[in-house]
């Protein structure tokens, strides 16, 4: 049974969640604020992280990096804002998914569900893979990357896109079929919010992130993962 960390400062509306989460069979954890979310992150096992932005002692932001420095837990952001920059910056910063108050309990708890899928398919296909001749390892079981052997702290959409790509070296993704893949079907943005994840994947992997070896564009289509020897 998956544990749910739910981060909420409204009482009513914590409820309503926790009251839906368990009737759909999760076990649930509450925090009123930052603190006691991170230290219910350390007390117990928590499989998926329901943030809202909007906490009385630090912003969700703030926390969400926090928990992604030291756990890859997905985080699901709830928040009142809607506009686009708000959904890309969530997404950016390490959320595995954003939803907008005032949402259907129904369409919550199915989010859940493909994120916690998502996650759960990773883990069956966990591999060690080597490319440009050792230089960029991507271990799947541990979930860490390293280049130069040296580990680099991933967001969770930095990685997933990292291993959907590497996994299929030479096979040009288009946007969308990116989106579709690391964040879901039900992604309402502009695709082109993928380039900001490939933006930031490629100032942490490659030598020269303006002349990228491992992810390269290919003009007109999307991008492509070139796993040869450098």
Do not use: W
Request: hydrophobic share 40%; with cysteine.
């Amino acid at each position: 049974m998956s544990r749910i960390l739910v981060v909420e400062d409204e009482e009513k509306i914590r409820e309503v969640i926790v009251a839906y989460l368990s009737k759909a069979g999760y076990e649930t954890c509450e925090a009123i604020d930052g603190r006691t979310a991170l230290n219910g992150m350390i007390k117990h096992n928590i499989d998926l992280v329901l943030l809202d932005l909007m906490l009385p002692d630090m912003n969700g932001e703030e926390l969400c990096a926090k928990i992604r420095a030291t756990n890859p837990v997905p985080i699901i952001m709830l928040t009142a804002k809607s506009s686009m920059n708000h959904r890309i910056q969530g997404l950016s910063i390490g959320a595995d998914d954003y939803i907008v108050k005032p949402f259907d309990p129904h369409e919550l708890i199915a989010r859940i569900r493909a994120v916690l899928r998502r996650t759960n398919q990773q883990d069956l296909l966990a591999e060690r893979m080597e490319y440009g001749n050792g230089s960029l390892i991507v271990d799947s079981y541990s979930k860490q990357v390293f280049v130069k052997k040296k580990p680099v702290n991933l967001t969770p959409n930095e990685y997933k896109l990292l291993l959907v790509m590497a996994r299929n070296a030479d096979r040009t993704f288009t946007r969308e079929e990116l989106i579709e893949k690391i964040i879901g079907f039900d992604f309402e943005g502009d695709a082109r919010a993928i380039d900001q994840h490939v933006k930031n994947l490629r100032q942490k992997i490659e030598e020269d992130p303006k002349n990228p070896f491992f992810i390269r564009t290919v003009f007109g289509s999307g991008y492509r993962f070139h796993g040869g020897i450098k």
